[in-house]
């Protein structure tokens, strides 16, 4: 038999993997130096990293939201229409 | 003025009819020439084709040609192929028949010059649709398609009074541009963000899609939140409390589906968010803004179709559809997987994929209009597109936990089909004048300026690595979400419970009047006409009474003349009661 296609299941590889998207992450905000930034249009466009940040923290706060509502008061079980 | 007899509607549903008379290939063959000869008789319609037929004293365009109508008129063509190959397996007829009507009606509320042939496709399509939710066979899709069925005509209604409340007030059937902000134009407003899912009008949509069948859903995802994009657009144009509803909706969609754990209300969230990012576009109204609102719809019916192909797939293989039970199937469903990646990434606006040259023209046109927080809710609502769509739907499918499914990748009818819209994606993502070309206005905008491509990619990239960072808060749990069908899915067990408490009430008394005490009384006068008078007297007077057993009828003592009293009255009443039959 064909052996299955298994490389994610390697913690090896899950590891070469976060060094990889490490990075990429650190490459994203070091390419803002090299753009030619005169085409800002908004005041914040000049901070360097600036939506690095604002997408990490905003997504925290979406995750952290969606837990918070989901836990205390929408998720119910699913047989929750069915009694 | 040239006078056509055809129009795109009639293309689809002449080919209904001929469906119900081929079979095998040659049943194929029909549901894929279809989209394609419409395709190519929409290119060629002209401006001004029109066909407008009278009814009472006003006359019916059902043919109105112009650039907006004909950009959605082409993507809802080449939606329809593509699902149709999805779809080319299904052995019965029904699934077919019903997308090719539903999707013919999509076209036909599109060409629609006047808002009673709209209306009329409008309707169409909520009855045509819901098969593709029944065909699914099960409880939960039959009771999620009437549910789907019902808002829908209950919209419509709204939609209808709206439409003859406008024209009553202004004598015009003609479907354009209302500015008027009066109760008609808001009940057809109304009518119009029910079908866009506009929250809290929007259950329907998470509701009934995920209970469509693997390749339903794919219909169902493309048209009819799209149809009423379009309307919104010819419509509605500048109406600002759009820009906020839409914004609304953007977050709305979001955040509900990172709550959710089943892949394809997953999807459906993500189509709520993705039409959110329309309806703002609508909103804001500038030339820029409607570009970007058609330009986004076009490719997001293409990427939002893949998704749901590839969520069928998965459904289809392996019959299941919760985060919960799925995992590891990147394993076996390579090509899936794929494409999902790609539909994935189109989704988040990723550079070089279609969501990029599209979305993106509406923030340009937000950031013009110098609506800051707007701009900002837009940008947030990207950064969770990526976290839902582009990371999560992938992630707890095709990665996380191996929950030992072996599932192989689908037929390959249904590999064509992701591969074709795949394409498309990456097409529009790398080329996509041909599609600036097809939109309303001329465009003056350049995706691929160094710094979009950076923000875009800082902005995406560090939202996947929020996602990481907070996995184990979006560890899935085997639940469902409220959302506002608890109105009338709880709501409807009160007002059952009220009604059926009147109803029981009702039918209570009347078991008490006309069953039990009228009967027994007229069967003791019957048998005693004077005695229970006599009774009645006798009680009055404090005197005991005797019943028939124990006193013989005619041993009474009240007055001769009572019972005389009482024969007159009944022939009196006899005389009134003919009198009045037989005057």
Known sequence: MKKEFDWFDKPDNIKKLRIFGYVILVLSVLAEFLVPSHGAQHSWDKIPGFYALFGFVICMVMIIVSKVLGQFWLKKSEDYYDE | ?583
Request: with cysteine.
């Open chain 2, 1 to 583: 003025m040239t006078s056509s007899f055809l129009i795109p509607a009639f293309i689809f549903f002449i080919g209904a009819l001929l469906l119900l008379a081929v079979n095998g290939k040659a049943k194929q063959i029909l549901i894929l020439a279809v989209p394609v000869i419409a395709f190519f008789y929409i290119a060629r319609l002209s401006p001004d084709a029109t066909l407008a037929i009278p009814f009472l004293q006003y006359d019916l365009n059902f043919l109105h040609v112009d650039k907006l109508s004909k950009v959605f008129g082409y993507i809802f063509c080449i939606a329809a192929f593509g699902s149709f190959l999805f779809a080319l397996h299904i052995e019965g007829k029904l699934e077919h028949l019903s997308a090719l009507i539903y999707v013919g009606s999509a076209l036909g509320v599109v060409f629609a010059g006047d808002f009673f042939s709209l209306y009329i496709f409008w309707e169409f399509m909520a009855v045509a649709s819901v098969m593709l939710i029944w065909s699914r066979r099960t409880k939960k899709a039959l009771d999620a398609g009437y549910r789907y069925v019902l808002v829908h005509i209950v919209g419509g209604l709204v939609l209808l009074a709206g439409i003859l409340l406008h024209v009553h007030n202004t004598g015009s059937l003609e479907v354009g541009r209302i500015q008027t902000h009066d109760i008609a134009s808001w009940l057809i407003l109304i009518g119009f963000m029910l079908n866009a899912a506009v929250p809290p009008l929007s259950a329907w949509l998470s509701d009934a899609y995920p209970e469509g069948t693997a390749t339903g859903s794919v219909f169902l995802s493309a048209f009819t939140t799209k149809t009423a994009v379009y309307t919104m657009i010819r419509v509605f144009p500048g109406w600002e409390i759009l820009i906020w509803l839409g914004a609304l909706m953007t977050i709305y969609g979001i955040i509900y589906a990172i709550m959710e754990n089943d892949s394809r209300k997953i999807l459906a969230y993500s189509i709520i968010n993705q039409v959110g990012f329309m309806v703002c576009g609508i909103g804001i109204g500038t030339t820029m803004a409607i570009n970007g609102a058609a330009a986004h719809a076009f490719a997001h019916i293409i990427y939002k179709g893949l998704l749901w192909m590839a969520a069928g797939s998965v459904l289809y293989m392996t019959g299941k559809t919760k985060c919960t039970d799925l995992g590891g199937l990147y394993k076996t469903m390579p090509l899936t997987l794929i494409c999902c990646c790609i539909a994935a990434a189109s989704i988040s606006a990723f550079p070089l994929t279609s969501g990029f040259t599209t979305k993106t023209m509406i923030l340009q046109a937000a950031t013009t209009q110098h609506l800051t927080i707007i701009y900002f809710i837009l940008e947030a609502a990207s950064a969770g597109v990526f976290l839902h769509a582009g990371i999560k739907f992938p992630y707890f499918v095709f990665f996380a936990k191996d929950n030992g499914l072996r599932a192989a990748d689908p037929k390959p009818n249904m590999q064509c089909a992701m591969i074709f819209f795949a394409f498309l994606c990456i097409a529009i993502g790398i080329y996509p004048e041909p599609l600036y070309n097809i939109l309303p206005y001329p465009v003056e905008y350049h995706a691929y300026t160094g710094l979009h491509v950076v923000r875009m990619l800082q902005l995406l990239l560090f939202s996947g690595l929020a996602f990481f960072v907070f996995l184990k808060l979006l560890k899935r749990t085997e639940t469902i979400t409220l959302d506002t069908d608890w109105v009338y899915r709880k709501g409807s067990r009160l007002v059952v419970f009220v009604v059926t408490g009147i109803a029981v009430g009702i039918a209570r008394l009347c078991d008490f009047i006309f069953i039990q005490s009228l009967p027994r009384l007229l069967a003791a006068f019957v048998k005693r006409p004077i005695g229970i008078f006599a009774d009645f007297y006798r009680k009055t007077n404090g005197e005991k009474v005797c019943t028939p057993a124990s006193e013989p009828e005619l041993a009474t003592t009240i007055p001769a003349g009572v019972s005389v009293l009482f024969a007159v009255g009944f022939l009196f009443v006899l005389a009134f009661i003919f009198t009045m039959l037989f005057r």
